[in-house]
């Protein structure tokens, strides 16, 4: 894993500890063109599309579909990256991510907005996200793509693009990245 | 050794580590960008208050900190004591003891004593303080935002990002402190901050303008004046505290500025990549000479700027990993 | 009761000591020796591995009457007095307004005559202590002053101070001072150095303090005057009166336990309860005055006891009033510094007791003012104001339990070696079993 990765997976204090590889590289790119063509397909084409991925596990998976869907209907979909921790209502409970940025060029009013995550577990980021976007704007739909969903949603949040579905145990950690998807655990480092 | 200011107080910044000082740099830098949407705030620090209870009058710095502090969607109690009926002799543990009454989550703080906010922080010790600046000991924000301005001006120069150099761009760099460091909290801060990114810190000021023991200081003190200007990448230029009592240090203002003033004359002496800098408010013809405050290379304009995101950086990291979250 | 015996303590001696029993009748000590018969009916008090000495004569009490009655009166210090150890103490005149003339100075040994232990008084040089003329010096010696102090501040004008040394010497009086150049100290909150400077606080500079002890050793050569130098803080300071009185001139010096305890560093928290006058030093000047005081350099020990109500130690470093408790913990301070376990007891009662009562000028009585003799050789037909101390008794310091009516004490929470077990005073067992009997 990448450097930024891992600073990713890791939680200030605890540490990955891999079990075992779920999937592969290769696994994880079949999925992702399995889920732009999905995309295309539920949304008919890609107009008024925008793709925002969330920092900072789903950038890489954000910027890999946009240039999926450039290849499948040869549209270039705006790219945003959105950073949702000043938007999380568990500020005292999360550790302080490591810095990352937004950017999101455009405005998002009326756009069918694709929100792009690495894991998808209980649901609050993705209730932060929602909060975050309607500062650029109102869209006019939001879709949920992510590439693992491990269960445990304590929102009413569903996806509405997997790359695998993951049932796991609350004490087990998932790490998903262009490389692969492990399971394991997370320990004090 | 301090390793970062989440959950904790902001006194002082000696102390802490470069990596604290680097965590708030890279923090403010997502700041920056709130600050450019159209939108400026965040929800982060809903619900909770913040208390700015200044007993020594900065309308600038309060407007900064209240600023950050309402785009992070606080509810912010501005007490201005310099203007109220508190005399000298009112007990600091009284006067925190009323707000905290309140209902207080952080309060920012400012006053004419050297460690008023220290011994507030052990009244109150629930409540995160930062120090807007105590007497003559430090002023940890201004510290911060004159290190994230130098720091965001060289990336620029170099074509990469604050947040992809670290702290880089302060090894060996030449950081030269002119005028009344005996007197200034922004030099103590500042001086702690520089020296822990790396940088190489130089003092030029008349002999009864440093303090005693300038020699227990990680600086070296400038013999020519004329010679550290060439030296140094950056001229942090300091006020002359007159309501300190500087007055009766040198003998007379004109003295001090033909002596060390940063006047014109030496302005254009000075290499082209040199960054001139001051926090604020200025002596214009004092310390600096009012054409140089203007010129390009003069970055104070950006300091002030930069004090939002800054602010909003230390109350956002401070306040986080301390109450309780607001659940759904 | 008024027949005391105390059991198989050090009997502590001018030069030497024994172990043994020590009968007080009516106030006298009786009868002194190994073994002694007590008459029936006779107080037991058990000083087994205790030490058994003159009680302790301070001669740097802050008593807040008149003026601050909230932060201290005169019975209230008395009892912290008396608890600590001291059968006499010396009252200091910044009270408000300043004990400058016989009416004040009457006032203060009145209420004093009335409680627990002798207070006597130190007038103050100057009128209202303001440093320009002198007071009625002669007028209060008659009323049994024997030592005069602006105490609080030194006397800044230096032919003022020649002016008092003159006209104090043909009345036997001394003059006490508190040495520090305001020109150069004022201002400033804490000793003067790298830590104030990292700090922001302005400091108080030794060589304010040893500049005025320079100049009065000076002045005292020139008028034949005796000058006590009150509270000395740095090495140098000690240095120069040593040389002075091996000169053989009339100076003698008193240390305070917090400047042999306490070092700058504590100031580090901006806690207004180490802000004194003169400032705690840097480690250095405390090592050298511990040294001083098993050395003999240093004369006495006094506390310079400054009680401030808790509020005022709540202010902001710099405009915090400067001042400790002293009272309760100078004893145990004083054998800390003497080495503990191998404290000498003849220097413990030196510093505390005996060379205060001589610089105090209260060896023998005065009917006068009220008060008995202090600092006793410990021989039969003296005066009995003694106390018992065990050295061996751990204790902790705890501000709420003060007998002094404020808690400013820089110790809270500290465990000292050495406590007073009783204090006889006048007479009368105030203190037995540790407690205010």
């Known amino acids: 894993m990448s450097t930024s990765d891992e600073r990713q997976a890791r939680p200030r204090g605890l540490t990955f500890l891999a079990k075992s590889q779920l999937l592969s590289q290769d696994d994880v790119a079949r999925a992702l063109r399995r889920m732009a063509h999905e995309i295309v397909e539920r949304n008919h084409s890609l107009e008024g599309l925008s793709v925002i991925g969330l920092q900072k596990g789903g950038e890489p998976f954000a910027r890999a579909l946009t240039a999926l869907l450039a290849d499948i209907a040869s549209d270039q979909t705006p790219l945003g990256l959105l950073d949702v921790s000043f938007y999380r209502d568990d500020l005292s409970l999360n550790p302080v991510p490591h810095s ?90 | 050794m301090i390793d970062t200011i989440r959950g904790q107080n902001l006194l002082s910044l000696e102390g802490l580590s470069r990596t604290a000082i680097l965590e708030v740099l890279d923090v403010a830098e997502s700041f920056v960008e709130v600050n450019q949407r159209a939108i400026k705030k965040v929800p982060a620090l809903k619900g909770r208050v913040v208390a700015s209870l200044f007993f020594e009058e900065s309308t600038r710095t309060r407007l900064s900190f209240e600023t950050a502090a309402k785009r992070l969607s606080a509810d912010v109690l501005s007490l201005a004591m310099a203007s109220s009926s508190v005399k000298k002799g009112e007990s600091l543990r009284d006067t925190i003891a009323t707000i905290d009454a309140l209902g207080i989550d952080a309060v920012v703080m400012r006053h004419q004593s050297s460690g008023a906010a220290v011994q507030v922080s052990r009244y109150v010790p629930h409540v995160r303080v930062i120090n807007a600046g105590d007497g003559l000991h430090q002023h940890p924000t201004q510290g911060l935002l004159d290190v994230f301005t130098v720091r965001q001006v060289l990336a620029l120069r170099h074509g990469t990002s604050g947040l992809e150099s670290g702290a880089e761009l302060f090894n060996g760099l030449h950081v030269l402190i002119v005028g009344d460091v005996r007197h200034s909290r922004v030099a103590r801060s500042d001086i702690a901050a520089y020296v822990a990114l790396g940088a190489q810190v130089r003092v030029a000021a008349p002999g009864t303008l440093l303090p005693e023991d300038i020699g227990s200081w990680p600086v070296e003190v400038a013999d020519d004046f004329d010679e550290a200007l060439d030296w140094a990448d950056v001229v942090g230029l300091l006020r002359l505290q007159r309501e ?29 990549t040199t960054l001139i800098m001051h926090p604020g408010p200025m002596n214009r013809g004092v310390e600096i000479d009012s054409r140089v405050a203007d010129l390009p290379s003069a970055l104070i304009t950006r300091q002030v700027a930069n004090g939002v995101p800054i602010r909003m950086s230390v109350l956002y990291l401070t306040m986080a990993g301390s109450g309780e979250g607001s659940g759904l | 009761m008024s027949t005391f015996v105390f059991r198989q303590g050090l009997l502590v001696g001018a030069s030497s000591s024994y172990v043994g029993d020590l009968l007080v009748v009516d106030g006298v000590i009786a009868q002194l020796g190994k073994n002694v018969d007590a008459p029936a009916g006779a107080h037991e008090v058990d000083a087994t591995d205790c030490w058994v000495g003159p009680a302790f004569v301070d001669l740097h009490t802050h008593l807040r009457e008149p003026g601050r009655e909230e932060a201290e009166t005169i019975e209230s210090g008395a009892l912290a007095a008396a608890v600590g150890g001291y059968g006499a103490i010396m009252a200091m005149p910044n009270t408000e307004p300043a004990l400058d003339n016989v009416a004040l100075v009457a006032y203060v040994l009145e209420r004093g005559a009335r409680s627990v232990v002798d207070v006597m008084v130190a007038g103050a040089i100057s009128q209202g202590r303001r440093g320009e003329m002198l007071a009625p010096l002669a007028e209060m010696a008659a009323l049994g002053v024997r030592l005069f102090s602006d105490d609080g501040t030194g006397v800044q004008d230096a032919s003022l101070m020649r002016r008092a040394l003159t006209y104090a010497k043909p009345l036997g009086v001394r003059l006490a001072q508190h040495c520090e150049d305001e020109s150069l100290a004022g201002g400033g909150s804490m000793h003067e150095g790298a830590l104030s400077s990292r700090l922001g606080l302005v400091g108080r500079p030794s060589i304010a303090e040893e500049l005025m002890v320079m100049r009065d050793i000076e002045l005292a050569r020139l008028t034949g005057g005796a000058v006590h130098f009150m509270h000395l803080s740095t090495a140098r300071s000690v240095a120069l009166v040593t040389v002075a009185r091996d000169e053989g001139l009339a100076v003698s010096c008193e240390v305070a336990p917090h400047h042999f305890t306490l070092d700058e560093s504590a100031c580090a928290t901006f806690d207004a309860l180490f802000k004194v006058h003169p400032p705690l030093r840097p480690a250095s000047d405390v090592a050298a005055l511990r040294a001083a005081l098993r050395s003999g350099a240093v004369d006495a020990v006094a506390t310079d006891h400054a009680p401030h109500a808790a509020q005022l130690k709540d202010l902001p470093f710099d405009e915090a009033p400067p001042g400790m408790l002293g009272l309760e913990h100078a004893a145990s301070l004083t054998y800390e510094a003497l080495g503990a376990r191998e404290a000498d007891p003849t220097s413990f009662f030196r510093l505390l007791s005996r060379a205060p009562a001589r610089i105090a000028q209260v060896r023998s009585s005065d009917p006068r003012v009220g008060h008995g003799a202090h600092g006793a050789a410990l021989q039969v037909g003296e005066d009995a104001n003694l106390v018992v ?44 079993e540790g407690r205010l009997a």
């Open chain 2, 244 to 272: 300190r009592g500087t007055g009766s240090f040198v003998p007379s203002l004109g003295e001090f500025t033909t002596t060390f003033g940063l006047t014109m004359d030496r302005a254009r002496r000075l290499r082209p």
């Open chain 3, 389 to 432: 101390f065990d050295p061996l008794e751990r204790w902790t310091v705890r501000a709420d339990d003060m007998h002094s009516r404020s808690t400013n004490t820089p110790y809270d929470g500290r465990e000292l070696m050495g406590r007073v077990r009783s204090t006889l005073v006048r007479g009368r067992l105030v203190v037995d």
């Open chain 1, 100 to 189: 990352a940025m937004t950017s999101i060029d455009h405005d998002l009013t009326g756009r069918t907005v694709v929100l792009v995550d690495d894991v998808l577990f209980t649901g609050r980021t993705i209730r932060a996200a929602l909060n975050a976007l309607s500062d650029w704007g109102r869209p006019r739909s939001v879709q949920l793509a992510v590439m693992v969903d491990r269960g445990h949603r304590e929102l009413p949040i569903r996806p509405d693009y997997v790359g695998k579905n993951l049932p796991t145990s609350l004490d087990e950690a998932i790490v998903a990245t262009m490389e692969g998807v492990w399971i394991g655990t997370r320990e004090p480092s």
